[in-house]
């Protein structure tokens, strides 16, 4: 069993992962908290598959269990479904020591997260992350929340787990389309740490080496959160390929995926990186055929979409604080006005 410690000023924890060991998480659980009952929130998809499961984990423990179950999707992360969890957590008497156990993709766990922050001023949270985008990204860091209509994550918190679970085998069951949008995230990975990481996407081995690739993954995330907990600096190397991502999005009216568009951008990142000085042109190239690999055809040129990533919300007054890459593995944050950004970019 492969274990991360996430080292933090306070409130450090680990990520464990453990192919197949769903039915073991309770074993791990037990001891880090001293409450006796546990909310397993879901989403009715995972619930189908892997609800059983986690339940008679948890009940072999001694912990009394209680189930919230959402309706899976975006669309539930709103403040309603959130005042939905509360309200189960107080129906059930819930009180300091006890644990919401999130179990499912990135919905699930920023959802569940921001109702364990919130309810009594924060209670045990456990994160069982079964999405690829919620083993590698949103199930570590601590950032958690739901929608407003005004737009996604208004209302949220910084809030740490006591433990993440991962067990890759849940991945057998995740829709392709899910499957890509983790995928993204992970080929931003790759480029941003190099190394091995590179070398498993590069080599097309992702589903070989399934365990040993989130989990590299898994660890660059870490780092970096581990660096900076409030995203004040390193933490927005993690926008690598989000700010054209992002405007590819919003030009196909969100028909592309975010995991696609992601991927699309930083194939127009790495293009415009092998104009700045010092850039390793060869590495560059690389990168470029790794990703070619998967599809990384944008159908927008760059050109088009200036406009849309200049009215992003991460593109502040004076410019566009921009991750280039410089070679695989070594990437950097630059701030750029416009001119210099268009110029980059087409
Ligand atoms: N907190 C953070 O730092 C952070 C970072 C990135 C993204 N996010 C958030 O994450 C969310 C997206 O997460 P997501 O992509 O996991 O979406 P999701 O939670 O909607 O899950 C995707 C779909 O896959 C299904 N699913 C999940 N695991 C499955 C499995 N093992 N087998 C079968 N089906 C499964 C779900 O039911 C859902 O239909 C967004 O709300 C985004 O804002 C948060």
Redesign the pocket.
């Known amino acids: 069993m492969k274990k991360i410690r996430v080292k933090l000023k306070k409130n450090s924890y680990d990520i464990v992962f453990a192919k197949g060991g769903l039915s073991r998480v309770g074993k791990r659980i037990r001891p880090l908290v001293k409450g006796k009952n546990a909310m397993i929130v879901t ?4 619930a189908r ?2 609800l059983d499961t986690l339940r008679r984990s948890l009940e072999k423990q001694g912990f009394n269990v209680f189930e919230k179950v959402v309706a ?3 669309q539930s ?1 709103t403040a309603e479904t959130y005042l939905e969890i509360i309200d189960a957590l107080g129906r059930a008497e819930f009180l300091r020591d006890d644990t919401v156990v999130a179990l ?7 959802m569940a ?1 921001f109702a364990a922050a919130t309810y009594m001023r924060g209670i045990n949270l456990v994160q069982v ?3 690829l ?2 083993m590698i ?2 199930s ?2 601590g ?3 739901v ?1 407003l209509i005004y737009g ?2 208004l209302l949220g918190a910084f809030y740490q787990p006591k433990l993440v679970f991962v067990d890759v085998a ?6 392709e389309r ?1 499957w890509q ?2 995928l993204g995230e992970g080929l931003k990975y790759a480029i941003l740490e190099g190394g091995r990481l590179f070398d498993i996407v590069n080599g097309e081995t992702v589903n070989e080496d399934l365990e040993e690739f989130v989990s590299l993954c898994a660890a660059y995330k870490a780092k970096i959160v581990e660096q900076d907990e409030r995203e004040a600096g390193p933490r927005r190397l993690l926008n690598l390929g989000h700010t054209l991502g992002h405007a590819i999005e919003k030009k196909s009216g969100f028909e592309i995926p ?1 995991g696609e568009a992601v991927k699309y951008g930083l194939k127009l990142v790495l293009q415009a990186s092998k104009r700045l000085e010092g850039a390793d042109a060869d590495d560059l190239n690389r990168a470029l055929d790794m990703l070619a690999k998967y599809g990384a055809d944008c159908p927008y040129g760059a050109n088009e979409l200036l406009s849309l990533a200049r009215n992003d919300k991460k593109a502040e007054d004076e410019g566009i604080n921009a991750v280039f890459v410089k070679k695989i593995g070594e990437c950097f944050v630059k701030k750029t006005d416009f001119e210099e950004f268009n110029r980059l970019f087409d």
Not at 43 to 46: A, C, I
Not at 104 to 110: K, S, T
Request: proline share 5%.
């Open positions: 989403d009715d998809n995972v598959l892997y899976s999707g975006e992360k499912g993709g990135g919905v699930v766990g920023d997260g992350p079964t999405s985008l919620a990204d949103s570590i860091g950032k958690v929340g929608d996604k994550n849940t991945l057998k069951t995740l829709p899910e949008n983790g975010h």
